[in-house]
């Protein structure tokens, strides 16, 4: 039969632009999650994390939204470079063992 | 710290033959993943250990799957005998404690089963 790749959503921004890559998590139990990215050949990369007890979180660039009552996530990149293109994952600390589990993943592609 | 440390890279073998792929974890780390990356599927968890005891085994996929940790710092994962839907990147993870940590990921091995 047909097989069905995995089709990535895919974020294009121009250099310097802000970039929004959103995540819905499946738990509602889980209580930490880990943005990731991931360039051409490598593993994934931690990039910032939020607890629950949070709504917003800021890093170097990066700030992560939580909104656990639609139990959605967020990563802002600000002056996006084309550095940053990557696939961004979220990850989510599931379960009694608190294993990350990934969601499917964005493609961000930034244009100089 | 060098970073979790797989190997090999790429892995090319034919459909049948056995295939090891190797880990070293950070030091230190006690907890070590096995996940494997397709177009398809994602990153999916296949097996992790604790204090290098399988924990939860339930993402293998068969029976031709199996994971060992001989000691804190080594792991393996081996398929036997290897099939052309096996081709993946295979990553291997470590992460220092339970909770409100982050996993370290390896670079991955490429296996591709002709």
């Known amino acids: 039969g047909e097989s069905v790749g995995l089709h990535l959503p895919t974020l294009s921004v121009q250099e310097g632009d802000n970039s929004i890559i959103n995540c819905a998590y499946s738990n509602s139990a889980s209580d930490y999650f880990i943005w990731y990215k991931q360039e051409s050949g490598k593993g994934p990369q931690f990039i910032i994390d939020i607890r629950s007890n949070m709504d917003k979180r800021q890093g170097q660039r990066v700030t992560v939204l939580l909104n656990k009552t639609v139990k959605h996530l967020s990563l802002q990149i600000a002056a996006t470079q084309p550095g940053d293109s990557a696939v961004y994952f979220c990850a989510e600390n599931a379960g009694g063992s608190y294993i990350p589990t990934f969601g499917r993943g964005t493609s961000l592609i930034v244009h100089p | 710290d060098a970073g979790v440390i797989q190997s090999p890279r790429h892995e090319v073998t034919e459909m049948g033959q056995e295939v090891t792929l190797r880990c070293k974890p950070i030091s230190g780390h006690d907890y070590l993943f096995w996940y494997r990356q397709t177009m398809m599927r994602g990153l999916e968890l296949l097996i992790y250990?604790?204090?290098?005891?399988?924990?939860?085994d339930s993402g293998m996929p068969e029976d031709r799957f199996s994971a060992k940790m001989p000691n804190a710092s080594f792991s393996t994962l081996k398929i036997q005998p290897s099939e052309p839907r096996d081709s993946a990147v295979y990553f291997c993870a470590s992460r220092r404690g339970l909770l409100n940590t982050e996993a370290f990921f390896g670079q991955g091995t490429r296996l591709t089963v002709v």
């Open positions: 250990f604790n204090n290098n005891v399988p924990i939860d």
